[in-house]
């Protein structure tokens, strides 16, 4: 299967906007617009209800929306019937037939289709796609024969072997374990790469985003509250609640007492911190909170003189400690900052230090690493 050309790539500029949908008194889309480019992985993140899904389904044509439009290509489709629209959906566990081999499942499509397709061009395509996704050699498997990442591919064959526009897809690597879901994402990121359509992946696994998208859109009570790159998500997030959602973050409540030139000072239980970057204007007074990544913190012992250069310390004790091969997560109850999550590699400082609960440390970190967020709160909206 060619990678896609010049028409295809032009049919596949993605419109939604002002996207609502609504059953009964609940809103579980909430104007929702975005702009998506051909080629362009762009993923749907969000916790458990807050819509992704669903809006998922709006754009796959499986639920009508209440406002709003869709348009793709110049085209809109925003009550298109699904099986019209140049859009394919890979569903979360994978819905294969089992009582028809690999083969006759990748072109079930094809052969639904009207008019007919010649049968030699049915089996062109479907041989296309399976060389594509490195399962030519396992046509005849029924879907029970295969491994849980075998029926995934599957799924991903059988859904672009009618060469949409734009391939949808819904949470389709949380039914396969650590390692392999690993694998799965190298995988489809090359295949998206390959291909040049644009992919639209829902997922609740902020690290599987991350890793995979060109574009994120977290999504909250039904609303997209940040559409950013991943690095922007993470360096930047919009308020507390991304900021926790996406990866681990300490906070430090505080109250914003000056800004200047993209740097803000907070003052907190803690004492006045300045010279901190902030993710949006904050105005004096403004509750906010202080933001440090437990990777960008540096561990050391009292008196060695390892954070010497850090503008920030805070002195404690470990409560915890976790080993994660590379890495060690260390849990500090400081006097200032309350308990702080601090990630150090294993190659570093973590060879070095008695990491056993109760062991006196220091820790260090610099303003240009910190960030002040706005403190959202549950009656905030979104």
Known sequence: MPVANDE??????????????????????????????????????????????TLLKLLAGFETPSAGEIHLGGDVITHVPAFRRPLNTVFQHYALFPHMDVTKNVGYALRQQRPRIAKSEIQSRVDEALLMVRLDHLGRRRPWELSGGQQQRVALARALVAQPSVLLLDEPLSALDAK????????????????????????????EALSMADRIAVMRAGEIVQD?????????????????????????????????????????????????????????????????????????????????????TASGVIESFSFHGDQVDCTVRTRTLGAVRVRIPLAGAAHEINLQPGTAVDVGWHPKDARIVPTWNSASRP
């Open 8 to 53: 295809r790539v032009a049919e596949g500029f993605l419109h939604v906007n002002g996207l609502c949908k609504e059953y009964g008194d609940v809103r579980a889309v909430s104007d929702v617009s975005f702009a998506l480019e051909p080629g362009t992985f762009f993923a749907l993140l969000g916790p458990s209800g807050c819509g992704k899904t």
């Open 228 to 312: 950013s790159t991943p690095q922007e998500l993470y360096d930047l997030p919009v308020d507390s609640w991304v900021a926790g959602f996406i990866g681990t973050m300490n906070f430090v409540p505080g109250t914003v007492t000056g800004a200047s030139g993209g740097l803000t000072q907070i003052t907190t239980d803690a004492g006045r911190f300045s010279g901190i970057p902030t993710t949006s204007d904050l105005t004096p007074g403004r509750s906010a909170q202080l933001a440090l990544r437990p990777e960008r913190l540096c561990l050391s012992t009292p008196g060695s003189g390892d954070t010497a250069t850090a503008e920030c």
């Open 180 to 207: 392999l879901r690993v694998d799965m994402q190298t995988e489809l990121k090359s295949l998206q790469t390959r291909l040049g359509i644009s992919f639209v992946f829902v997922t609740h696994d902020q690290g």
